[in-house]
């Protein structure tokens, strides 16, 4: 035992050290941003905003409870602030403390228990999102460390291990909300013994307990507030949970090397049926192994390490909308012990080989693309310092240059000369107005990797880290994974005065508040919307033609030139309209037109404020 926990941590430490100085990836930002706030107010880190999509919103809402939050918290109070090597070298624990838990469950299931940890260790999920600040590996490590603990309690019928296990189970739960799948997997466990069975309700009563504190002492119920972004953001629709159940099965197959599960005859409908969508085999092979694993373990559910992977899966369809490979993590480890019991020692050595190997390939491809944000973020750090820099883009783009001073982009907002727009085409675009000027490009960076693997790319197919890309666990391309740009907001006086929505000058002109051209003919404004027109050569009436459908509690309009409002009507029924002014002349070359609604509103899945809809504006 003693040689297999030093040999263990000594692979795990092979696997981080060399990405130590790992740029900030993903949703670390989300983290470090309650972390910072924790300096504030230590028992409540997630009693903050932040810049979501273009939107601000209250992190009690964000997907995870507080646990990772305070340990960077702790890292923070400790250093001198954020500094990459050390902060992913405090995280070296949580993958000791997997590996470890991983290797105590393996002797007690597993025939080559030493076996069956490495191939854990070898899962790619483990390997590439080690090395972020993200709670899935810390959330594994607990689940592990929890289920470890309750098997050896139930074994030995051990209060002691159990309290300890229920303690783990405590901090699995304010560490991700999908700690309450232990409840069913270990209270079938401890079928035998009535006091574990009660012990396995912690992760529910930790979480309950932890949103009543919240509740109290801030007036906000943090799963309440997630589900309201739930529905808000669209994340629950049917399509996206389907993809992310496709998604999900495909992972399945690369928990282990997909070779220690080749599918039975049962799986082979599900991979004709997927080669339909996709003719590719890595996406149609991958859903029959992940199908087959599920078969198997349906045909053995007696078995507790397949009740393990059947509830927790059936549990992650029902959990997640994004369908990303980290979910799944918590049953590597039944999956790698269950390959241990069927397949040849050989075939696991050679398995074993082949997951390392692919698994530090993605690995570095992943390194190379926080990289290229942390180089593109330190070659305009003069420009950041210099002019008000926005930020159109997320992940460690977003936080290497808010660390320069740049400031997240709100949607509808304008940009105005002089000011800079960092944007990434692989991030969710936020729709923004020029300012009535236009952009110049100042700098470009294409990331990408020579390594032919993609786990997100531009034109990848990789459902990796979300479906948004696509389907597949993650693809062989050459690709580039995201094309970088600043650009400089440059003046440009208005050319037109009558200006239809559909009119090419027209993103020119808009200031604030208009979004994107739809249907060829008309946009959708915000509450307040600011628009600059030429003034004409002699007094005309400004006229604003619009329409309020059906949906908008919008009803009365304004319209104001120069900051001064020169036309007002509320209206009783939604239509089409026209309001107007009397003749005006405005001074000099610039006319600005403010329109403003009563109110806005927003639909599920669209995450911008609606107010009516433009078609026309202008002096006529």
């Not at 599920?294 to 045909?299: A, E, S």
């Given at each position: ?133 993200e709670a899935d590996l810390p959330f594994a490590a607990l689940w592990l460390l929890s289920t470890a603990l309750y098997v ?344 037109l005065t009558n200006l239809p929505m559909n009119a090419p000058a027209a993103e020119q002109q808009i200031v604030g508040g ?87 509103f927003s639909v599920p899945g669209d995450s911008r404020q609606l107010g009516i809809i433009l078609t026309y504006v202008g002096?006529?």
């Amino acid at each position: 035992m003693r040689r297999q926990l030093i040999l263990v941590a000594l692979v795990v430490l092979a696997l981080r050290l060399p990405f130590l100085n790992q740029a900030l990836q993903g949703d670390d930002v989300l983290y470090l941003t309650e972390a910072a706030h924790a300096q504030i107010e230590p028992l409540h880190p997630k009693h903050t905003s932040y810049v979501f999509m273009g939107r601000d919103i209250d992190m009690r809402g964000q997907s995870h409870p507080p646990l990772n939050a305070w340990f960077l918290a702790l890292l923070l109070a400790a250093g001198q602030g954020v500094a990459e090597i050390p902060f992913h070298a405090a995280y070296l624990l949580f993958s000791l403390i997997a590996a470890f838990s991983a290797l105590a469950l393996a002797r007690c299931f597993s025939p080559y228990p030493l076996l069956a940890t490495l191939l854990f260790c070898a899962t790619p999920t483990f390997v590439i999102n080690g090395t972020s600040l993200e709670a899935d590996l810390p959330f594994a490590a607990l689940w592990l460390l929890s289920t470890a603990l309750y098997v050896f309690a139930v074994d030995r019928k051990s209060i002691s291990w159990l309290i300890a296990s229920a303690a783990a189970m405590a901090l699995a739960a304010l560490t991700a909300y999908q700690s309450i799948l232990l409840v069913p997997i270990l209270f079938l466990y401890g079928r035998k013994w009535r006091l574990a069975q009660m012990a396995a309700f912690t992760p529910v009563a930790a979480l309950i307990g932890w949103n009543i504190f919240e509740r109290l002492s801030t007036g906000g119920l943090p799963a309440g507030i997630l589900a309201n972004y739930m529905t808000t953001y669209g994340l629950q629709v049917l399509t996206q949970k389907m993809k992310s159940a496709v998604a999900l099965t495909g992972h399945l197959a690369w928990l282990v090397f997909p070779a220690l599960w080749i599918p039975s005859l049962y799986a082979l409908p599900f991979a004709i049926g997927a080669a339909f969508y996709d003719l590719n085999p890595l996406f149609w092979g991958s859903i029959g192994v992940g199908a087959g694993i599920l078969v198997w373990c349906g045909r053995h559910w007696r078995d507790f390490l397949a009740q393990w992977v059947l509830i927790f899966f059936a549990g992650a369809l029902v959990i997640f909308f994004a369908g990303s490979a980290r979910y799944l993590l918590p049953i590597a480890l039944p999956i790698a012990i269950l390959a241990t019991q069927r397949a040849p020692r050989w075939l696991l050595l050679v398995s074993l080989a082949c997951g390392f190997a692919l698994s530090l390939a993605l690995a570095a491809v992943n390194y190379q693309h926080w990289e290229g944000y942390r180089q593109f973020a330190r070659a305009l750090r003069e420009d950041a310092k210099s002019k008000r820099l926005w930020i159109n883009g997320e992940w460690g783009l977003r936080y290497y240059f808010e660390s320069e001073g740049g400031l997240a982009l709100h949607q509808g907002q304008a940009i105005h000369p002089g000011e800079m727009v960092v944007s990434s085409k692989l991030s969710y675009p936020i729709p923004f107005s020029s300012g009535g000027g236009v952009l110049a490009t100042v700098a470009q960076r294409t990331v990408t990797s020579s390594i032919p693997l993609r786990i997100v790319a531009l034109e990848g197919r990789s459902s990796y880290s979300t479906t948004m890309f696509g389907l597949r666990p993650f693809d062989i391309s050459r690709a580039p994974i995201d094309q970088l740009s600043s650009e400089l907001m440059i003046e440009r006086k208005p050319a037109l005065t009558n200006l239809p929505m559909n009119a090419p000058a027209a993103e020119q002109q808009i200031v604030g508040g208009v979004y994107q051209l739809e249907s060829g003919q008309w946009r959708w404004m915000s509450q307040v919307a600011t628009i600059l027109l030429k003034p004409p050569d002699q007094a005309e009436p400004l006229t604003v033609q619009f329409t309020i459908p059906a949906a908008s509690p919008a009803r009365h309009v304004t319209i104001a030139l120069n900051d001064h409002a020169v036309a007002s009507q509320t209206y009783s029924a939604p239509g089409a309209y026209s309001l107007s002014s009397s003749p005006l002349k405005p001074d000099g070359d610039t006319a600005k037109l403010t329109i403003t609604v009563d109110k806005s509103f927003s639909v599920p899945g669209d995450s911008r404020q609606l107010g009516i809809i433009l078609t026309y504006v202008g002096f006529r």
